[in-house]
């Protein structure tokens, strides 16, 4: 298990999205229109996008920062409130003229009626990325790694991006990458790259079909983009690692799946939360592991504390085996 002792410093730089959710029960059909009526009991807001990977590291016990670029709206105030709330540094700058994202949900009883998003696709201005970068450069040391959270929502620009992942390189701090699209050259020389089976597939143009398969992709991911480790989610399967040029499947165990939903968040900071203290990548990816296997059993954008995982029965397990292996090999 990975040493857990301190609480690493870790920066999360990305997208920044509310996710709010109107709750309630629907028995009938509007008389206007041919649609469901939902009779709203509750109303939620909680950070989402890179703000659910920020709120997975808080409850996991990280010191963590943001940065990022919102708009001038009443949507960046809220989130603001959210980040203040879990005791977020946070370092942004409001752009004229740009949404705050927001994704708001309908949900009837436990079924997700309807979505609709209020948010800007657009890149962020030349200006506010060298106001990123200054600030970066300024704040780099404070950071055992760097978390890039990437929605394609226009804060990671390539060319920010690799601003980015060089600087932290020339001062040995480490960056995860969560990517976005089909051009991963923008992630070039990362510490780690997190794609899911099908952004493999994608960016390698190798369809995984079995484990030699999956061996290829994770090799080429590995040299074409020239990172230090390579992974690829595979689910509730658990994760592919790239060990010593072989393959090696690290399973996720949950005990019953309720929602996937935000999974792949819990992934990226859990593996940042490890990697910045400087444990292991497979010590790493076992952690986002156990820490996926919790998450997966709640519904909804949950999150993950050193509590829950160290309570879990999947844990528990893996601790009795390790205790009778080692009173074995004595």
């Given at each position: ?39 709203v009991?509750k ?80 890149n ?6 060298k ?13 055992d790694a ?12 390539k060319?920010?991006?690799?601003k ?7 001062n040995?701090?480490?960056?995860i ?9 923008k ?7 997190i ?24 090799k ?5 983009f ?28 949950p ?14 900071a ?40 160290q ?6 397990d893996r ?7 080692a009173?074995?090999?004595?």
């Amino acid at each position: 298990m990975i040493n857990i002792e301190k609480k690493p410093k870790v920066l999360v730089i990305g997208d920044l999205m509310i996710d709010s959710y109107l709750m309630g029960s629907c028995d009938r059909i509007a008389t206007d229109a041919p649609i469901p009526v939902v009779d709203v009991t509750k109303e939620e807001s909680v950070l989402g996008g890179a703000g659910n990977v920020i709120r997975n590291l808080a409850s996991l016990g990280a010191k963590v920062s943001v940065m990022s670029v919102v708009g001038n709206d009443d949507n960046a105030k809220l989130l603001k409130h959210l980040l203040d709330e879990i005791q977020t540094k946070s370092f942004l700058i409001e752009q004229k003229g740009r949404k705050t994202s927001k994704k708001t949900r309908i949900v009837a009883g436990n079924s997700q009626v309807f979505r609709f998003d209020h948010e800007s696709k657009n890149n962020i201005s030349f200006d506010n990325v060298k106001s990123l970068y200054s600030k970066l450069v300024e704040k780099i040391k404070a950071y055992d790694a760097i978390l890039l959270a990437d929605y394609g929502k226009g804060v990671l620009t390539k060319d920010f991006t690799q601003k980015i992942i060089a600087y932290a390189n020339k001062n040995n701090v480490k960056t995860i990458v969560d990517p976005y699209g089909s051009d991963y050259t923008k992630y070039k020389g990362a510490t780690l790259i997190i794609p899911n089976k099908e952004e493999a597939q994608a960016v390698t143009n190798i369809e995984i079909s079995n484990d030699d398969k999956l061996l290829d992709a994770l090799k080429a991911i590995q040299k074409e983009f020239e990172t230090e480790h390579a992974i690829i989610t595979l689910a509730e399967e658990g994760i592919a690692v790239l060990r010593e040029n072989k393959l090696s499947v690290m399973p996720t165990v949950p005990l019953e799946v309720f929602d996937v939903t935000g999974s792949g968040d819990t992934v990226l900071a859990s593996i940042g939360f490890s990697l910045g203290l400087n444990n292991s990548i497979y010590d790493s990816v076992e952690f986002a592991n156990l820490a996926t296997g919790v998450v997966l059993r709640k519904t909804g954008t949950a999150t993950v504390s050193i509590d829950e995982i160290q309570s879990d029965q999947v844990y528990l397990d893996r601790k009795l085996i390790e205790k009778n292996l080692a009173c074995k090999v004595k």
